[in-house]
T-cell receptor, first 113, second 116 residues
């Protein structure tokens, strides 16, 4: 079935380090791919998205490229800040569904000053 | 804009009692609302989808008589966990979208339910 797998956390980095959070997916058809972020005490927020192969989503210094050949959508940031500490979720939306998101388990990111 | 609130943020109840969780869209009208359940270190699991004024559509394996969902207005949906048991303890998250067929969902902060 359709699924999303992302790296287990927590991921702990020092400020200004390079970040990669891996996300791979299994899906039939041509899904759209998303990264959501949940800051402590807040609801999930859309961070970035990509709707077709080779698209790059970007926001707040984060980037992710939709790689169909490797079925991946890894999240990257060149220099993380303490304020980036949060839980990050990778998700996909199937092409034939307009609302059902398939979620990864989430990766907790901890940035130390 | 597009803020969704949930109340309460945490609730502890005794086994056999019922608990109601509210989900409100504060600055927009939510035609569709979703209820998710999240287990520790697990993916969010969609429980049901509700459209204002109609019955909720439950996902396979979710007991509709146990998890009662009401979407009586364009800004409020409620989830009632009836006759709660310890295995119902979980993190419940709601989301809302502005109109049917629109993929973007706005999420509430979640409600931690503990059944003792």
């Amino acid at each position: 079935g359709d699924s999303v797998t992302q790296m287990e956390g927590p991921v702990t980095l020092s400020e200004e380090a390079f970040l990669t959070i891996n996300c791979t997916y299994t899906a039939t058809g041509y899904p759209s791919l998303f990264w959501y972020v949940q800051y402590p005490g807040e609801g999930l927020q859309l961070l970035l998205k990509a709707t077709k192969a080779d698209d790059k989503g970007s926001n707040k210094g984060f980037e992710a490229t939709y790689r169909k050949e490797t079925t991946s959508f890894h999240l990257e940031k060149g220099s993380v800040q303490v304020s980036d500490s949060a839980v990050y979720f990778c998700a996909l939306l199937l092409g034939d569904s307009n609302y059902q998101l398939i979620w990864g388990a989430g990766t907790k990111l901890i940035i130390k000053p | 804009g597009a803020v969704v609130s949930q109340h309460p943020s945490r609730v502890i109840c005794k086994s056999g009692t019922s608990v109601k969780i509210e989900c409100r869209s504060l600055d927009f009208q939510a035609t569709t609302m979703f209820w998710y359940r999240q287990f520790p270190k697990k993916s969010l699991m969609l429980m049901a989808t509700s459209n204002e004024g109609s019955k909720a559509t439950y996902e396979q394996g979710v007991e509709k008589d146990k998890f009662l969902i009401n979407h009586a207005s364009l800004t409020l949906s409620t989830l009632t966990v009836t006759s709660a048991h310890p295995e119902d303890s979980s993190f419940y998250i709601c989301s809302a979208s502005r109109s049917s067929g629109v993929w973007e969902q706005y999420f509430g902060p979640g409600t931690r339910l503990t059944v003792t």
